[in-house]
């Protein structure tokens, strides 16, 4: 299946936003929205979740792959890139911590 030319762009466009998102200094701590706590951790999830989805519609062109290969593959990029991103956090002396 072909999605187009640039079927790369728009997973490539997210990951650098999540990424300067990520080490980009941290604002209060604590952020609550409509008084629900961990709510950051809520809006993590949809990010990196829309990344992973992106990911594997970009996938779904290559051959050789079956689309349960390409969901668990596009997840584990997923997941492993915000695991280094965390750690990054730690390095970069932005203000956040790895959680």
């Known amino acids: 299946m072909r999605i187009g ?8 466009l997210w990951g ?10 941290s604002g209060p701590i604590g952020l609550q929205l409509f ?3 961990y709510i950051d951790k809520v809006g993590h999830f949809g990010m990196y ?3 992973a989805f ?8 290559l051959e ?3 689309g349960a290969q390409i ?5 584990s990029i997923a997941a492993s890139i915000g695991i280094i991103l965390e750690i990054g956090q730690h390095f970069f002396h932005t203000g956040r911590v790895f959680e």
């Open 16 to 25: 650098v936003l999540i990424s300067i998102l990520s080490l980009m200094p």
């Open 5 to 12: 030319k640039f079927h790369w762009t728009l997973p490539v």
């Open 35 to 37: 008084g629900i706590p």
């Open 71 to 75: 969901f668990w593959f596009s997840m």
């Open 49 to 51: 979740g829309v990344w």
């Open 64 to 66: 050789g792959m079956s």
């Open 54 to 61: 992106l990911i594997y519609r970009s996938m779904l062109s």
